[in-house]
């Protein structure tokens, strides 16, 4: 009798546990579960806002409403490429248009298109190869300091390719002040203009997808690049009243590519149009395109070996341009 009662309570402590088991396996099922119901429904939300804003452009923000209406964007560059399409597309969302450039027959030409959408223009001559001062800046913002800028658009660059060592020294220089000193100096004497505004201001910089590929050939080029990229995105960092963006695309189609076209080359009413519509979703930095993001993304997980390999071959390609 002792024996069965043994083996009874044996079997009864048996089943027990497996019961235990079973609803500890259960319980364990169940967190995995909600667990990866969680991240599904997170990436699904995210997948899901991302549709919205690409679908619905007014649930982005409005720019003349944010940055003021009739106010004024400053362009530099803006005589050419990249630079005369922000003024236009601007200019197309009823913003006033100060370009800096080097060129005045040039720049009278862009103004004059500009007034077509109903839009006060200006230039200001400044050859950004020569500024090295801070009395060249000064100049500049003497003529502007009247307007009520809300958008400065620190576009103007230049691009010298060669082996390094056979480079000129005077092109070197060049490109540290048309591209990074220009970005800088722009940034620094309209700063207190923007942030004291009522409305809210943008500061959008074309910097380079170089700035993450730093390429042989463009040595100089790139180093700028990743200047001005560092720049604008640490300025965004604790920036409340104005809205920087830094550009990081690859090839644009424009003079500084020999005007070349290709499916991996964008045109500029489309680079122009996307940077726009990333500063209207409230980011700090954009691609240009969903391409050039995947591309670059791509090469930044590959192995130290290949990419390397890849940015020699990217710089071989920009010489030849
Ligand atoms: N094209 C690309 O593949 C690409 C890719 C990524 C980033 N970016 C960047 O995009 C920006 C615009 O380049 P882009 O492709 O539009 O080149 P672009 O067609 O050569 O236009 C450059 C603009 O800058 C002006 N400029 C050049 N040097 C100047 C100087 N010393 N002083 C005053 N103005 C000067 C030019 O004036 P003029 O009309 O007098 O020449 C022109 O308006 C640059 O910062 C470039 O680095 C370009």
Not at 56 to 65: D, L, V
Request: with cysteine; proline share 1%.
């Amino acid at each position: 009798m002792e024996l069965v009662k043994k083996g009874f309570s044996v079997l009864v402590s048996i089943h027990s546990k497996l019961i235990h088991k079973y609803y500890q396996h259960l319980y364990r099922k169940r967190k995995l579960r909600i667990f990866f119901m969680g991240i599904g429904s997170l990436y699904l939300l995210r997948r899901l806002s991302q549709l919205a804003m690409a679908l619905a452009p007014s649930i982005r923000r409005n720019m003349t409403a944010r940055y003021g209406e009739e106010s004024w964007a400053v362009v530099t560059g803006g005589s050419d490429g990249i630079g005369k399409e922000f003024c236009i597309q601007l200019a197309k969302q009823k913003f006033n248009i100060a370009i800096i450039g080097r060129n005045a027959k040039k720049m009278d030409q862009v103004c004059l298109e500009l007034q077509g959408f109903g839009v006060q223009t200006k230039f200001v001559v400044a050859d950004f190869n020569e500024g090295h001062t801070v009395e060249f800046y000064n100049k500049i913002y003497e003529q502007l300091e009247y307007l009520d800028i809300s958008i400065l658009v620190n576009n103007v660059g230049a691009a010298e390719a060669g082996q390094f060592e056979q480079t000129k020294m005077e092109d070197s220089l060049m490109m540290l002040r048309v591209n990074a000193l220009s970005t800088l100096m722009m940034t620094r004497i309209l700063i207190s203009k923007l942030q004291n505004r009522e409305k809210k201001s943008a500061v959008i910089t074309v910097s380079s997808g170089l700035a993450y590929l730093p390429c042989p050939f463009v040595s100089v080029y790139s180093g700028t690049k990743a200047f001005t990229n560092y720049f604008t995105q640490s300025l965004a960092l604790t920036s409340k009243k104005i809205d920087f963006l830094s550009a990081t695309s690859l090839g644009v189609s424009t003079k500084m590519l020999g005007n070349r076209k290709g499916p991996n080359i964008l045109e500029t009413n489309e680079f122009v149009k996307n940077v726009i519509n990333d500063l209207r979703q409230g980011k700090t930095h954009s691609f240009g395109c969903q391409r050039h993001k995947r591309f670059i993304n791509h090469l930044l997980w590959r192995n130290q070996n290949f990419r390397n390999q890849a940015k020699i071959q990217i710089g071989h390609n920009l010489m030849n341009c």
